[in-house]
Every structure is written in C-alpha cells, then in structure tokens.
C-alpha cells in the first residue's frame, strides 16, 4: 500500500561529448549526445496535501509555496529563489502528466530539496522531471510500468528521461532516444558553480550565430551528422581517465563562453591545477573537470575556490545511479 510520502534522489548529468548537428527546419538541432550522470543529487519529495495553503516557507528558508495548479510546490536549497513555482516546473508538469495518464486529480504536495545548480547545464529541471514521476508514482500506488515512464519522461524532455536511468548513456535525436553505455570505473569530477546561470537556448542560438559568423553556416546541410566518438566511449568502457580526458568535447562550450567570457579563467585555472581535461558542462555556465584521483580533485577544486573564479567547487564521482526512491 503507498504511504504518506515517497522521496525520490536523482542526480545531474555532465555531458562528456555533446556534438551538435545544424539547426533543423523544426528549430531543433541533432545532438550525439553521451551523459554520464555524477554524484550531485536534487531530492524531490511528494506527500498528500491537507487542501489547506498556509503560504509559509519551508526548508532552510529560501523555499515559497505557490498553490492553484492542483500540485503545490516548494523548493529548498541555496537556488530555491530562481526556481520557478508555476507551471512552467518540469516537477509540476510530470506530477499533472502522471495523473492524466492514470485519470485522477493531481493533487500532491511537492517538496525539491535543491543541491543541482539552476540553469547550470546539469539537467537539473530534467532532474526533478524524473524524480517528481517516481516519487508520485509510489506515493499514489499507480505502479506504471519503467517504459511507460520514460516515454512520459521523453514528453516532458529532451534531458528527461536520462535522468531516469542515470549511468553513462549516448543520446540521440534531440538527445531522447538513448543507449545505455558501459562504464569499467569511477572517474573524478570537479563542478565550478557559477553565479547565474545561463539560458540554454540562447546557447543554442549563440552557436548558430558564430557558425554563420565562421562562415560555415548553421543549417543541416551545412553541419556535418554529429555522430558519437568511438574513442570516447571506448575510454569510457575501460575506465581510463586519460583517455576520456583526450577525447571529451563539447559544441556549445564556444557559445557559452562567447556569452560568459569569464568562463575562459574558470577553465584555465582548473587545468593550471591540474585537470585532466576542463569543459563547460553541457551549456554552462558550470564548469567540469575530470581529475586523476580523488587527491587531485580536492586540490582543483581548493584552487578554484581561491581563485574567485567560481561560486563553489564540488568533488564528486561519476558514474552514478538514476533516479531511486530513497526508502521509507
Ligand atoms: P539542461 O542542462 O537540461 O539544459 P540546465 O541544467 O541548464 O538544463 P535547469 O536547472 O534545468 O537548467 O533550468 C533551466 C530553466 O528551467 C530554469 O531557468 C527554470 O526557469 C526552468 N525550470 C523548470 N523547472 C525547474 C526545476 N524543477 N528546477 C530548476 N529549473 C527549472
């Protein structure tokens, strides 16, 4: 029987190649896409509501509670603010998408505990998308089977349904249709967190216009197919940080720091301290850096930190689980 609530932890995602086709006539572009999700983890729990909105806040003081949309909703964590409350939250939208599927109210109560920087490039909407569908999934006892939830997470996202499944994964399409992918160890990360963060369409945007300022063109005849590298996957099946280090690549990482130029010092200072490889994590402004061992992150991460060039620097490995329910 399902009880009064039901958590769900789900982690975000570093994009260690994200190739990028021309835009196509539908304003998407093709995307050969390889996730590997990381240690850093959104919490997302769903309770039964009492009908009643006291309008207070929650957690460590950052939440606000909104009502009128049936599920209602309140974020904790340092970004809580910059979360949007309405039905424009990817939480918001799987919670309703799962009860219209099952033809009952969405009548839920949604708390994000927030740990996933806002419009960092780490999936973090994405994120409680997914973790929003299982924990509501176990809290109504609605039991929907694992491929009907990625086919909902796939409506509500691009990024969705990775978050779901976690590990490592090549992304195809717009970055929905995925493949699992072995991995043969722990790789160690080093997340620079950004004040602000950045909007992934305009991203998108900003990398079509420097294709058509290059002279290359952005459309799809003009882009070559993105295809996944098999030098990448390979290091990613061996386990070899080196090799992964040599082979990780990002299309949006000239757009991002074309609009936020100081991401430039943020990557050379993580290599100065000796990253293997430093990228922007899918489209910024967080910034990723794979080191050797677990010593080496902590120092790239302590260099970051007095450097000033970033808000925060987080260790963690990769990869990691999907999104799970934590136990009662
Ligand atoms: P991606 O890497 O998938 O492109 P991102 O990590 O850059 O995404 P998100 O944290 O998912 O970015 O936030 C992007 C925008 O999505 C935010 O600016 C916010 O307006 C909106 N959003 C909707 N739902 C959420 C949510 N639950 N948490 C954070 N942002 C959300």
Known sequence: MAGDSATARVPAKVNVQLAVGGLRPDGFHGLANVFLAVGLYDEVTASHGDGRDDGSAEGDGTGRQDCGHGVRLTVSGRDAAHVPLDESNLAVRAARLLAERHGREPRVRLHITK???????????????????????????????????????????????????????????????????????????????????????????ECDRLREAAGTGADVDSVPEPRPSALLLDALRSGDAEALAAAVSNDLQAAAVSLR??????????????????????????????????????????ALEESGHCRSARTTTAPAPGARLLPA
């Open 115 to 205: 740990d996933i920087p806002v419009a960092g490039g780490m999936a973090g909407g994405s994120a409680d998308a997914a973790g929003a569908l299982l924990a509501c999934d176990a809290l109504w006892g609605t039991h929907t089977p694992q491929d009907e939830l990625r086919a909902m997470c796939a409506e509500l996202g691009s990024d969705v349904p990775f978050s779901l499944v976690g590990g490592a994964a090549l992304g195809q399409g717009r970055g929905e249709l995925l493949t699992p992918l072995e991995t043969g160890g722990t790789f160690h990360w080093v997340f620079a967190l950004a004040d602000g963060g950045l909007s992934t369409p305009a991203v998108y945007r």
């Open 261 to 302: 130029p100081s991401l430039s010092d943020t990557l050379k200072t993580g290599t100065a301290a000796g990253a293997l490889a430093a990228l922007v994590s899918g489209s910024g402004p967080t910034c990723a850096f794979l080191a050797g061992d677990a010593g080496s992150a902590a120092r790239i991460a302590a």
